[in-house]
């Protein structure tokens, strides 16, 4: 278990269940909770080349004598720097003492925020260092932490240090050889070299380490679970039946090749000798839910049971109620049942009856599927996204919910938007089938996109304003929560204010983001389906949210922070509807680079084509921001940027393997011990 966090000085009950909301129990979690971003000491810039809303530092001169004056009790300390290439005006708030502390003619370097007040550039709030202080701070990386309301990033700081003192010996699980061979850091180097940087180098030597161990164990893990797959016999073996004939021929569209050759390939799974485990890649909007009803329904027409399970109860309930009007339009005699986290008790009781008895052939939900309570009778088939991938253990609990024989086994059918080029998705799913609608029906308007700079905004606000006049709905993305000093990028909570301002008062804005309660997310997300919210400001767990057709806007700050494969799926929330769509990306960076690579989603709306051509350009140094969420939530690897290291740790894996299959010989029995504690705790993260 370790040692609890509570051991550390300074760490009560109190500040020890904050520490708990964000995942940590044990010095031991505290130790791999790995900083999210640094804050890396630029060298400073001349006052004449710093522009609005960067952080920077610059180097001057006081010119003249600081002002202190009251404004709504606020102590406002005002003064003026000056450079060879201009002036700089400077504002603290309730710091009086720095009236007597910067006389004029006193020569510092201020690092802050800049802000445009009046016409006029304003660094607000800066630290201050002596010449000396600061050239010994250029390149230094101060880690910041995810935090929860009440926990400072000093304080996890503090912590950290002191458990890094106590100099803990972690057991090294890597076998030497395969540290030499691919030069990899011991693992207690890397540790505290992840946390406290000395430079950039040792940051990056020490963050290849840690990504690697991730990704070969996950490989290794992955290898485990595909000879598990090998040996899983076909307990509900499943024909071709009328039914999906007629509905396909009954569809006012016709299936796509793609769509075709995928259904095509999971019916030769459902007749063969072994357990279905199929992963169904699909760019936005490329069919993937005709093909889940289509093999829903032949489980169905066999007599037994099948499960679609999605991430959010806003989408279960659009499922259910696309496939109850699909079997009623088209005269399919099938019973289709909803089961969700938030129904009443007596309507979960009358849900689970129904699974039981057998009296519904389909269950469409959410994680509430796989509760303790609910009881299928022959469950053969259990279809979900990304967000909810099966090992052998949910498998194993489901095929005990099925039936009464417990060596039956369940298919498994995992639906995934996100584009992955083809040779990351092996390695990513080596326990899985692999199977790509590689095309979208003719039918579906192409999304007008465009890549532009901050200045664009004004415009950008008066177009949404057309667009809703028309009876038109928003999203516009933002990166963070709440603003951070540390970080320059737009919130949700703050920029949902400032629409509120700048839209008529007609328009009805709110914001949507992960640390709200289910409860309020799932009553946004249905007033937004129904038009009584016209603009969402959202982070990105809109990415697997609503289908809104009716939703033909976009906006995306800070675009340079995403990946462009969560960028493409972003997208995918407009261009639903029959109506024109457009995706505006706004980026707070003017770099050359960072407008290149978003150029690339100005050039094609093909998820696969983006997925790659992001691997080309994003070289193994491009680190900070631009981290994939939502694909597979490794602790610090990101399956793009790191796309060489997993390739080169599914290599390393699988020769170890093929050179000692069972982990048996030297060193190598460490690591099998530390696989077997891997797999049972930590694959849940990733839901393996």
Not at 199 to 215: G, T
Not at 223 to 249: A, G, H
Not at 356 to 370: K, M, R, Y
Not at 457 to 483: D, H, L, N, S, W
Request: contains cysteine.
């Amino acid at each position: 278990m370790g040692r609890s966090i509570s051991s550390l000085r300074g760490i009560g009950t109190k500040t020890a269940k904050l520490y708990s909301k964000i995942g940590i129990e044990t010095v031991e979690d505290l130790l791999i909770y790995y900083p999210r971003d640094y804050d890396v000491f630029r060298e400073p810039v001349k006052i004449k080349e710093i522009s609005e809303g960067k952080s920077c530092a610059v180097e001057g001169m006081v010119i003249k004598t600081p002002e202190k004056k009251e404004v709504r009790n606020l102590q406002v300390i005002t003064t003026v720097i000056r450079d060879e290439s201009g002036v700089l005006d400077l504002i603290w708030y309730n710091m009086a003492f720095l009236v007597k502390t910067l006389p004029v003619g006193s020569r510092y370097v201020f690092r802050g925020k800049v802000r445009k007040k009046k016409g006029r550039l304003v660094m607000e709030h800066p630290q201050m260092y002596t010449l000396g202080q600061y050239e010994e701070m250029v390149q230094v990386m101060q880690p910041i932490y995810g935090l929860t309301a009440g926990l400072s990033n000093k304080a996890v700081i503090k912590a950290v240090r002191q458990a890094l003192e106590e100099k803990p010996i972690y057991r090294e699980y890597l076998p030497e050889k395969i540290r030499k061979e691919y030069g990899l850091a011991e693992f207690n180097f890397a540790l505290e070299q992840i946390h406290f940087p000395k430079n950039i180098e040792e940051y990056k030597i020490a963050r290849r380490r840690v990504v690697f161990e991730e990704f070969f164990i996950f490989v290794l893990a992955l290898c485990m679970l595909k000879e598990e797959n090998i040996r899983t016999k076909n307990s509900f073996v499943m024909y071709p039946v009328q039914e999906t004939k007629k509905l396909i021929d009954s569809l006012p569209y016709a299936l796509t090749k793609a769509q075709k050759k995928v259904w095509q390939e999971i019916q030769t799974d459902l007749e063969s000798n072994q357990a279905m485990n199929r992963l169904v890649q699909g760019d936005v909007g490329s069919g993937k839910t005709i093909i889940a009803v289509l093999a829903l329904l032949e489980t169905a027409c066999h007599g037994y049971q099948g499960a679609l399970m999605v991430p959010t109860e806003v989408l279960a309930i659009q499922h259910y109620e696309s496939m109850v009007e699909l079997f009623q339009c088209y005269g399919i005699q099938k019973k289709v049942i909803l089961l969700t986290g938030s129904m009443t008790a007596k309507e979960k009781k009358v849900a689970y009856e129904a699974i039981a008895s057998h009296q519904v052939d389909i269950v469409v939900g959410t994680h509430a599927l796989i509760q303790e309570k609910v009881v299928y009778d022959k469950l053969a088939l259990v279809i979900t996204d990304e967000q909810h991938r099966f090992g052998v253990r949910q498998r194993e609990e489901l095929a005990w919910k099925g039936g009464k024989e417990e060596d039956r086994t369940v298919h498994v059918l995992v639906m995934s938007a996100t584009p992955i080029p083809r040779t990351l998705a092996i390695i990513l799913y080596g326990d899985l089938d692999i199977s790509v609608i590689d095309e979208l029906p003719a039918n579906r308007l192409p999304i007008k996109n465009c890549v532009v700079d901050t200045k664009y905004r004004e415009r950008a606000y008066t177009f949404m304003e057309k667009e809703i006049e028309k009876g038109r709905q928003v999203y516009v993305i933002c990166p963070m929560v709440e603003e951070n000093e540390q970080i320059e990028a737009e919130n949700v909570i703050g920029y949902a204010a400032l629409l509120q301002q700048k839209l008529t008062s007609k328009v009805r804005v709110e914001y949507l983001h992960g640390k709200m309660k289910a409860k309020e997310k799932n009553r946004i997300m249905e007033e937004f389906a129904a038009n009584q919210i016209q603009v969402l400001v959202s982070t990105t767990v809109i990415e697997v949210g609503v289908n809104v057709p009716n939703a033909t806007v976009m906006m995306v700050e800070n675009a340079e922070r995403f990946g462009l494969a969560q960028l493409h799926q972003l997208r995918g929330r407009v261009g639903r509807g029959r109506e024109q769509s457009y995706c505006i990306f706004v980026s707070g960076s003017g770099s050359k680079d960072t407008m290149r690579r978003l150029e690339i989603l100005n050039q094609s709306n093909d998820g696969f084509f983006i997925a790659s051509e992001d691997l080309k350009l994003r070289g193994p140094g491009d680190f900070f921001g631009v981290r994939q969420s939502g694909i597979m939530e490794f602790k610090l690897g990101d399956i793009f940027t790191d796309a060489k290291i997993l390739k080169e740790a599914s290599e390393a894996a699988k020769k170890l393997l093929e050179e000692d299959p069972f982990l048996e010989s030297g060193e190598n029995r460490k690591l099998r011990e530390y696989m077997e504690e891997y797999v049972t705790e930590q694959l849940v993260r990733i839901n393996l």
